[in-house]
């Protein structure tokens, strides 16, 4: 009974448990107010779950919301609403906003939202002094308590009558900043205040300005007095005096310093004046300058002097500034409106001035020695004036000039660019060198001793008629060169080389080699080479034609072989010509004596052979051959062996055959047993008279037959 009420009971779960069907429609999130708020005033973010069921039960529902991707709130409720409510928002709360909402397994996910909340909160800025010293350093503090880096700081320094100075110092990982000012002269009372910057979607947005700080600045000294005894307006050869002071609250590393034009005249430390005395000179008129430095404050004090003028300068005359060495110079010194006055005439040195006389006058008479620069001086009460300097330049003519070759050797090669150089030994510079080819002017050219041209138009035709001319400040006037001649050097171009007889030669004949070019200056250097595994040199020659032979008496064999010529000149380029292949043959007597050689040994080594066989034959069967040569003669009529009794040559069967050729050729090779061991049972012999229409050759054959079972 138990056992059936749990069964009913468990379907009847199952059967609730299928009947409980739900989806999400849709989530979504809302912002109350709105999706931009004021900052400080509250802020609700609304996560909605639209959710469709089959039939009406209860669900939970998870609720979770992020900002910018990060959680910042979850509830569990069986609400299809959860709020996350923020009771004052701040800048911070900015960002976009999205929530998820899962139940029974179920997962669903609104879309994103942006909130803005619009404005900064005030900052607070403090400051390490309310009383500084000038020089000292101000530092400072800006802090936004309640946002969220990244952040953007600014401060402010604000000074009476003049623009605020403001320094930005960007902080990413702080919601604060410091920063330092450097307290400047002149600044008496400062105010400082500071705001931040936050980056939103729409572009940056500012808070309000801090609280303005007040630090009171006091003068480490006073600024410094300068004055100028007897007074500021002094004339030359009078003593000044110049008296720089200042008073200071702590006699600590203080130093004045007096200038003029950035030069420092005299300078005291630790010390409250200073004090500074000269002769006044017309270059001692200018602005001076007082400056009293303490750390890194600095105070400076402006006092113009006007030193009027004792004498003007004294004026230089030369009777010539540009004269020939031997000429007589003065020079003459003088002072508008003075004639008394202590006169000296100098030489300008490199290191020093060069004293020539205590005199307004200077008469000399001159050398190269005394080309320079020359000044007059002039004192009146101790004020020394100087002229300007006046030039001098003595002049020596100048010598002939030579013109040469650069190479050193008068010729150019065709094509190639001819240099020059004009040289004078002698002769004051600047010295101006014209350079002509033929009539005609190329170049001038202004400098010390010599002078550089280059010719690159060289002709064919162009052989020479070079001159330059040197000519200096000297009354001498134009010096003109010897006239230089140039060769203009063909090179060698196309050489080609023949023989005669050309191709075939005789032994112990001359051949004639002909080594040829066809255009090239001369002499020109001909060489003959044979060609081996190396280069052999056979002969060489000069020549002043455009060819030359060379006669190789008496060839032999082991002159067979490639030959080429080489032409050269003083173009220093060698030119080689194409190669020719000579073959040295016998001569035709040495061919015949050769094959009568031949001829004759054959001969010979024949009639040896022949004499052996027929005496081995003789030997071995005398007595059958004459028996069966009676007996058998009317039946052999047909077979004839042919001999010529006056050579004693015999050519026999059974060593050799006739071909088509009229060649013999030995049957040694296809015969069958030894001839010695053969049994011959008759032999007919033959002998026939010489026919002398018949041909030669046929006349030397003859027929040997034997038994059958011979060979």
């Known amino acids: 009974m138990y056992l059936a009420l749990l069964v009913i009971f468990l379907q009847c779960s199952e059967l609730y448990a299928q009947g409980k069907v739900f989806t999400f429609n849709r989530v979504e999130i809302r912002v109350q107010p709105s999706v931009k708020v004021k ?10 779950a639209d959710i469709s069921k089959n039939t009406d039960f209860q669900l939970k529902h998870n609720f979770t919301i992020f900002k910018d991707g990060k959680l910042v709130f979850m509830t569990v409720s069986d609400k299809e609403d959860a709020r996350y409510e923020i009771p004052m928002a701040k800048s911070s709360d900015t960002g976009d906003y999205e929530c998820t909402v899962k139940a029974d397994g179920k997962l669903s996910f609104s879309n994103s939202i942006y909130v803005w909340v619009a404005g900064m909160t005030k900052p607070i800025l403090t400051a390490d002094k309310k009383e500084v010293l000038e020089g000292e350093v101000v530092k400072l503090r800006c802090e936004l308590p309640e946002e969220v880096p990244p952040l953007e700081f600014f401060f402010r320094k604000i000074k009476t009558n003049s623009a605020p100075k403001e320094k930005r110092v960007p902080e990413r990982n702080q919601n604060f900043s410091e920063v330092e000012y450097y307290v400047e002269e002149g600044d008496n009372i400062l105010q400082f205040d500071c705001f931040g910057k936050r980056q939103v979607r729409s572009g940056w947005e500012s808070s309000q300005h801090s609280n303005k700080t007040l630090v009171t600045v006091k003068e480490p000294f006073i600024k410094p007095t300068l004055i100028t005894g007897p ?4 004339t030359e050869g009078d003593q000044i005096e110049f008296e720089c002071s200042t008073v200071v609250a702590q006699m600590r590393d203080i130093e004045i310093i007096l200038q003029k034009n950035r030069t420092i005249l005299n300078s005291v430390r630790d010390k409250k004046f200073l004090k500074y005395s000269t002769v006044a000179t017309q270059e001692d008129s200018g602005e001076y300058l007082c400056k009293v430095e303490q750390g890194a404050v600095s105070k400076t004090t402006k006092l113009n002097v006007f030193v009027s003028e004792l004498f ?4 230089l005359s030369a009777s010539m500034t540009k004269l020939d060495e031997s000429k007589d110079l003065i020079l003459s010194c003088i002072i508008n409106g003075f004639r008394r006055a202590n006169f000296s005439i ?5 290191h020093e001035d060069i004293l020539l006389k205590n005199s307004r006058v200077l008469a000399m008479k001159v050398n190269v020695n005394d080309t320079g620069s020359y000044t007059c001086k002039a004192e009146i009460k101790g004020i020394v004036k100087e002229s300007k300097p006046v030039r001098i330049n003595v002049y020596a003519p100048v010598s002939k000039p030579t013109l040469s070759v650069v190479s050193g050797s008068p010729e150019v090669i065709l094509g190639k660019p001819l240099q020059l150089i004009c040289h004078s030994v002698m002769g004051t510079p600047p010295i101006t060198f014209t350079f002509y080819k033929g009539d005609e002017i190329r170049k001038n050219v202004t400098n010390d001793t010599y002078a550089m041209f280059l010719d690159e138009d060289i002709g064919l035709n162009d052989n020479g008629r070079y001159k330059c001319d040197a000519r200096n400040n000297h009354s001498s006037g134009v010096k003109t060169s010897n006239i230089l001649n140039v060769t203009v050097i063909v090179p060698i171009r196309n050489a080609s080389l023949g023989s005669v007889p050309y191709g075939e030669v005789e032994v112990g004949s001359d051949t004639a080699f002909l080594c040829s070019v066809k255009e090239g200056s001369w002499p020109i250097d001909f060489k003959f080479f044979k060609k081996t595994d190396h280069e052999v040199l056979l002969h060489e020659v ?6 030359t032979i060379w006669h190789k008496k008496t060839m032999k064999r082991k002159d067979t072989g490639t030959y080429y010529c080489m032409a050269s000149n003083r173009a220093s380029m060698d030119v080689r010509s194409r190669p020719i292949t000579i073959h040295v043959i016998l001569a035709a007597w040495q061919k015949g004596v050769i094959a009568a050689f031949v001829l004759t040994a054959i001969a010979g080594a024949g009639a040896i052979a022949l004499w052996w066989f027929l005496h081995k034959k003789k030997k071995a069967k005398g007595p059958s051959m004459e028996m069966s040569g009676s007996a058998l003669a009317p039946n052999l009529t047909s077979e004839k062996l042919t001999r010529q009794p006056s050579d004693g040559n015999y050519y026999s069967g059974s060593g050799y055959i006739e071909d088509n050729e ?6 040694d090779e296809s015969k069958g047993p030894d001839l010695e061991s053969a049994e011959v049972d008759y032999t007919e012999v033959e002998v026939s008279t010489l026919d002398p229409h018949r041909d030669s050759m046929e006349n030397r054959h003859s027929r040997i037959y034997g038994h059958p079972d011979a060979t």
């Open 39 to 48: 900052n400080g005033a509250p802020m609700s973010i609304i996560c909605h």
């Open 542 to 547: 000069r020549e002043y034609s455009d060819r």
């Open 312 to 315: 003007p300068k004294p004026t």
């Open 662 to 667: 009229n060649h013999m050729k030995s049957t």
């Open 231 to 234: 007074s500021s307006n002094v």
């Open 346 to 350: 100098v030489r300008k040195g490199s």
